[in-house]
Structure formats: C-alpha cells, structure tokens
C-alpha cells in the first residue's frame, strides 16, 4: 500500500479506534496514543493484509492494545480513575454492543448519504418514517401529498436501499 492508501484508511478508520480505545480507557488522550500505536503497527503490517480484513484487524488491535494500555497503566498506578482492572473488563464486555452500534450508524450515515445524492426525495421520507418516526398520514399531510403516494414512495425508497445495500439492509435497525 502506498501513503496516499495509508492516509484514506486512516481518514477512515482514525475515529473508529479512537473510540474503541476511549470506550475501555476513558481517557480522551490515552485513547489517541492507543490510536497512534495501532496505526504505528498497522503500517507494519499493511502490505500482507487484504483489504477487507483492514477494518476488523484495527477494531480487534484497538480493543487489545487499549486492554494493554489499562493494564500497565494499573500497574504503574499511572491512571488517575478509580476503575480496576476488573471494572475494566466488564466494561470491555459491552464493547460488542458498542462496535456494533458505530458500524450502525457508519451504515447509516453512508445510506443517508448515498440517498441525499442518488434519491434526494427518498431521502426526506425516510427520515421521516424511519428515524423520527411519523405517520404516513403526517408525512403525507406534511409534503401535501397523499398517503397512497407517501406508501409507494417509501416502498419504492426500500427497494432502492434493498438493491443497493443488499445484505446491509438488514442490520438497519427499521
């Protein structure tokens, strides 16, 4: 991989493990060190690993090497919090969750994204269905448009997210 590869992965990832890091430190500026390191070592081994493995290997380095920082900060009693290493790992326990809720809400910012270039219109309807929630009696009433034609344009906006997202689609949360 050459820099300009490096710099996209890290654009694209950076937050990411910061904020795996920062969800078992709690330490803002610890979390970037432990970014810093990942990425130190994810240069090292760039040109052996495939593209579609990059982003577990960081969300799997990111946990450990934060679960290292935790423990030799314990043992140097360097940490200013009032969390032991046991508290540490019940917390990473609910770090799944937590990955799985960013992966979430990448997916949707993606969507979201792709839909306010391709499908401007889907894009309010969706929203408005699905994040916030309303009625498609409200929509309709809202666009001034009818409930029969707010129905078919969300039928067809799903469709179009089916498509195009294919398996994704389902690990939506609507």
Same mark, same amino acid.
């Not at 050459?2 to 610890?30: G, M, P, R």
């Not at 699905?130 to 344009?153: F, H, M, P, W, Y």
């Given at each position: 991989? /050459?820099e300009d590869k490096?710099k996209? %992965?890290?654009?694209?990832?950076?937050?990411?493990?910061?904020? =795996?890091? $920062?969800s @078992?430190?709690?330490?803002?500026?610890?979390?970037?060190? @432990?970014c810093?390191e990942?990425?130190?070592?994810?240069? &090292?081994k760039?040109?052996?690993?495939e593209?579609?493995? %990059?982003k577990?290997w960081?969300i799997l380095a990111?946990?450990?090497?934060a =679960?290292?920082?935790? #423990?030799?900060a314990?043992?140097?009693?360097?940490?200013?919090?009032? +969390?032991?290493?046991?508290?540490?790992y $019940?917390k990473?326990e609910s770090?799944?969750k937590?990955?799985r809720?960013?992966?979430?809400?990448n997916?949707? /910012?993606?969507?979201?994204?792709?839909?306010? +270039?391709?499908k401007p219109?889907?894009? /309010?309807?969706i %929203?408005?269905?699905?994040?916030?929630?309303?009625?498609?009696?409200? =929509?309709?009433?809202?666009?001034? %448009?009818s409930? &029969? /034609?707010?129905?078919t344009?969300?039928? #067809?906006?799903?469709?179009w997210i089916?498509?195009h997202?294919g398996s994704?689609y389902e690990?939506?949360?609507?």
């Amino acid at each position: 991989m /050459n820099e300009d590869k490096l710099k996209k %992965i890290f654009d694209q990832y950076y937050l990411l493990v910061t904020d =795996i890091a $920062y969800s @078992v430190l709690h330490d803002y500026h610890a979390a970037q060190d @432990v970014c810093q390191e990942v990425f130190l070592k994810f240069c &090292e081994k760039m040109g052996t690993m495939e593209e579609p493995r %990059i982003k577990p290997w960081l969300i799997l380095a990111a946990k450990n090497k934060a =679960i290292d920082y935790k #423990r030799a900060a314990y043992r140097k009693h360097e940490m200013q919090s009032s +969390e032991t290493l046991e508290t540490c790992y $019940y917390k990473v326990e609910s770090l799944e969750k937590h990955m799985r809720d960013l992966e979430y809400r990448n997916l949707r /910012n993606e969507l979201f994204g792709h839909l306010k +270039e391709e499908k401007p219109e889907f894009l /309010n309807m969706i %929203i408005a269905s699905c994040v916030d929630g309303k009625s498609g009696e409200q =929509i309709a009433r809202e666009l001034g %448009i009818s409930e &029969e /034609n707010v129905r078919t344009k969300l039928h #067809r906006a799903r469709l179009w997210i089916r498509s195009h997202y294919g398996s994704k689609y389902e690990e939506l949360k609507w």
